[in-house]
């Protein structure tokens, strides 16, 4: 850390503490003897997607939610409902900073298809990449099975 009196390149800290998720450091120049504050943020671990070609983006929670909303247009899922959806996802990075899509994908469809049927459709037949008519028509009976239990 280069003091910002003097240009000095070797500072040592003085006092450590943590202010509001930041490291609050007390730092005196070894060369002119000033001293001054720097605040630094805790880095937070990137939360990685594995995509089914193989590639890794950032976890982008916004897009997620906006995946989620298009999903439930015009349904009755709330933004709270929306909200838990996203946690859950999020809860799964406990253990380790990486997840993949199609796991993303299973925890909304799980939630989704316990409050809205219609938006779990919808959000299947964008993410399982339905490339015919008869693996739709299987989900949709799927459903009509499960309510005759
Ligand atoms: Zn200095």
Request: with cysteine; aromatic share 6%.
């Amino acid at each position: 850390m280069r003091c910002p009196f003097c240009g000095f390149e070797d500072t040592k800290v003085v006092d450590s503490r943590a202010a509001d998720g930041k490291k609050r450091r007390r730092r005196e120049c070894t060369n002119c003897g000033k001293r001054f504050t720097t605040y630094e943020s805790v880095e937070m671990p990137a939360l990685l997607v594995l995509k089914k070609d193989n590639s890794v983006e950032l976890f982008d929670k916004n897009k997620l939610i906006k995946s989620i909303s298009t999903a439930v247009n015009k349904r009755p899922v709330s933004i709270e409902d929306i909200n838990n959806i996203v946690e859950c996802v999020e809860s799964r990075y406990a253990n380790s900073n990486q997840i993949t899509s199609s796991e993303i994908g299973e925890i909304v469809l799980v939630s989704l298809k316990k409050i809205d049927q219609v938006s779990y459709v919808r959000f299947a037949s964008v993410n399982k990449d339905f490339n015919d008519v008869e693996s739709f028509i299987k989900i949709i009976s799927e459903l009509k099975n499960n309510d005759n239990e």
